[in-house]
């Protein structure tokens, strides 16, 4: 600016607004009209400047004015406060030197002021740039609709087999649609202590589900489903999404899914290499021409394409068939896992960002978690988690006979998929000693009456139809429950299933419990109900978790011995 348009504001120089105060010796902001304003002329120049200084000089010589003279001033106009005294007008106000501590403070300041500011702006651009990353595709309702921090969260991990991305036209099946190649269900517990990652075996024979799949223009269409088939053809087949898979997964397991994400073969390629190889052991030599994998036997840190064909290889290993390939997929993510939570990665800045880019460019994920906060909100809860307590397991097959496929083997899955619905961890989780203590758990232990004198009024309330007649039939014929009734639906629904009964019945309580396999939390002291005959009797009101008379509601302890599992902490080598 000029000396003319310098600060223009009212046409106020702020040179001018310093003044000195000749009681107190210092320059001071003067708010008020300036001599212009006021009508007073101001000594701008050379010459009125050196004049201002002169009177400021005899003022100071002179000292401080008498308190007459004071007096007689404020008379003559209002008295301003010590700190605002007007002092000749004219001289330009000198600032007060900074210490150069202070100098130096305020320039850190604003230089860290600029550079948290460029780094906010820059994170928020990463921020996007992650986002455009992501890949989305809608979950069609077969989903929960979200995870949640204060429950157990399930996600189908998908691996397809969809020939997609730089260098994978070479492994053949160009033109395929891709299959779940690869299932794991992964269940985290609600008090995040224990994981169970569940692989689903591609060639099982399984019934798909009809399916509502979002088209590409916003439209819905059922695709139908389709009986004893293989489990991979939930994807990629017939026009099935990920969601065909979810559906799939929940029919099979019982186990409700909150989210997907699909991995193609870039995904191993490109997160193996983020975090600088991945670490397996093999008990033998491999060379196997069809996964292109040749390695000596022994340890190694593969990445890449030799990563890829590790996970793909099965014909040089075990039985040469998918199920030996699980265990080496298994081997492959327990290490992936232990090396994502080394603090050589996690204090890695330039891994740190490596995996992020991988991540959100090789995943396809449901639309409920298209967004780089929620991802790292589900990464965080999974990651609670340690990995001593991750369980990589297998859903429990026998052979059909010809090799090429498998069947469900019952006895084994159902127990399986019972603890983990009910949050037991495959492996030993040290107890809370509130639990230990629990009330529910002392409901359970006392003396118990015998079978003939327990007397129960049966409600369905929300068990499967005709799960009440079928109960009553079963503890009068096979338990010897001889006093129970069957009273139709209840006047409520229950997602639990639960026993009413009076203090003085507690050794029925017990006993009945201990019949149907109760649980200590279905137990509920309080008040029984008059029966058909005018005595008291117990009212156990069967929930949406009742799964069939004699079917225990508590879950087992301990998974069946033939269920094939590994902790993820462990190294195994493959043979």
Not at 7 to 27: F, K, S
Not at 104 to 132: E, I, P
Not at 202 to 214: E, G, H, K, N, S
Not at 321 to 329: A, N
């Amino acid at each position: 600016m000029d000396a003319q348009g310098r600060g223009r504001a009212d046409d106020i120089d702020p040179a001018d607004q310093w003044v000195l105060n000749p009681h107190t010796g210092d320059y001071e902001l003067r708010l008020g009209p300036s001599p212009e304003q006021s009508g007073v002329p101001s000594p701008r120049g050379t010459e009125g400047r050196a004049a201002g200084r002169r009177a400021a000089r005899a003022e100071e010589a002179a000292g401080p004015p008498s308190r007459a003279a004071r007096e007689g001033a404020g008379s003559r106009r209002r008295r301003a406060p010590q700190d605002e005294q007007p002092a000749p007008a004219g001289r330009r106000k000198q600032k007060p030197k900074k210490s150069r501590a202070k100098k130096v403070l305020l320039w850190s300041v604003g230089t860290l002021a600029f550079v948290l500011f460029a780094a906010a702006a820059a994170g928020y651009l990463y921020y996007q740039h992650l986002n455009d990353n992501i890949t989305a595709i809608p979950d069609d309702g077969a989903g929960t609709g979200g995870f949640s921090k204060d429950r157990a969260i399930n996600v189908l991990l998908i691996g397809t087999d969809k020939r997609t991305g730089k260098g994978n036209a070479g492994y053949g099946d160009s033109g395929s649609a891709g299959h779940a190649d690869t299932t794991i269900l992964l269940h985290v517990s609600k008090d995040r202590t224990n994981a169970t990652a569940l692989s689903i075996p591609r060639d099982m024979i399984t019934d798909i589900p009809d399916c509502p799949t979002t088209q590409e223009d916003g439209s819905t269409k059922v695709i139908p489903g389709t009986s004893e088939t293989r489990f991979n053809e939930s994807l990629g087949q017939s026009g099935r999404s990920p969601s065909c898979a979810m559906r799939t997964a929940t029919e099979i397991t019982g186990l409700e899914i909150d989210h997907f994400m699909v991995a193609d073969f870039n995904a191993v390629k490109s997160l193996s290499s983020a975090v600088g190889g991945v670490d397996i052991c093999l008990a033998k030599d491999i060379d196997d021409p069809k996964s292109h994998l040749k390695l000596d036997k022994g340890k190694h840190t593969i990445e890449g394409e030799e990563a890829l064909a590790f996970v793909r290889t099965r014909h040089s290993v075990g039985f040469g068939g998918d199920l030996s390939r699980i265990e080496l997929q298994q081997q492959f993510l327990s290490s992936l896992m232990r090396k994502l939570k080394s603090n050589d990665t996690l204090t890695s800045p330039t891994k740190m960002f490596k995996l992020a880019e991988a991540g959100t460019k090789a995943l396809t994920v449901d639309s409920k978690i298209s967004d780089i906060g929620k991802l790292r909100d589900l990464g965080t809860e999974i990651g609670k988690v340690d990995t001593k307590n991750l369980s990589f397991a297998t859903t429990p097959v026998v052979d059909n006979t010809d090799g090429a496929t498998v069947l469900l083997k019952e006895s084994a899955a159902k127990p399986l998929f019972e603890m983990m619905r009910a949050d037991v961890s495959l492996t030993e989780v040290k107890k809370k000693e509130k639990e230990e203590k629990s009330q529910q758990d002392a409901l359970l232990k006392g003396p118990k009456s015998k079978a003939s004198e327990v007397r129960v009024d049966l409600y369905n309330g929300g068990a499967p139809a005709g799960s009440a007649s079928q109960t009553l039939t079963w503890l009068q014929n096979q338990e010897g429950v001889l006093k129970s009734s069957q009273l139709g639906n209840a006047d409520r629904s229950l997602d639990k299933t639960l026993l009413e009964y009076d203090p003085d019945q507690a050794d029925q309580a017990r006993k009945l419990a201990e019949i149907m396999g109760l649980p200590g939390s279905a137990l509920k002291p309080g008040k029984s109900e008059e029966n058909a005959q005018g005595l008291p009797a117990m009212k156990l009101t069967l929930g949406k978790d009742f799964k069939g008379a004699g079917v225990p509601l508590t879950p087992p302890k301990k998974a069946p011995d033939d269920v094939q599992r590994v902790e993820a902490d462990k190294t195994v080598c493959a043979k």
